[in-house]
Nanobody, 122 residues
Framework: QVQLVESGGGLVRPGGSLRLSCAASGSIFRRDVMGWYRQAPGKQRELVATITGDDRANIAYPVLGRFAISRDNAKNTIYLQMDSLKPEDTAVYYC????????????????WGQGTQVTVSS
């Protein structure tokens, strides 16, 4: 089954930028919805952004205007460009894939990456 590997996390100063990458081993399908979630200490995992195979994006309100999601189907990779980072953006960021079933009798497949730490601090 497909595996997701995130990269690009690290320590950045407030107001700085970071770009996360999520590379899928194996092909991603057009019906796959991929995205980013994050989980800060003591908080539940929350949606950051999702993107469909035809580049329809959904951005969560807390990061709207600061973060952008993109998808390169040829490289089986999605990205999260994070600008104007704030300390409250500090979290482990997880890549996610949801693959809808080819037929209704099957279940959807959901895959999570291992997570990459983003720390925004002075």
């Amino acid at each position: 089954q497909v595996q997701l590997v995130e990269s690009g996390g690290g320590l950045v100063r407030p107001g700085g930028s970071l770009r996360l990458s999520c590379a899928a081993s194996g092909s991603i399908f057009r019906r796959d919805v991929m995205g980013w979630y994050r989980q800060a200490p003591g908080k539940q995992r929350e949606l950051v952004a999702t993107i469909t195979g035809d580049d329809r994006a959904n951005i969560a309100y807390p990061v709207l205007g600061r973060f952008a999601i993109s998808r390169d189907n040829a490289k089986n990779t999605i990205y999260l460009q994070m600008d104007s980072l704030k300390p409250e953006d500090t979290a482990v960021y997880y890549c996610h894939l949801r693959r809808g079933p080819a037929i209704v009798e099957q279940r959807a497949v959901e895959v999570w990456g291992q997570g990459t730490q983003v720390t925004v601090s002075s």
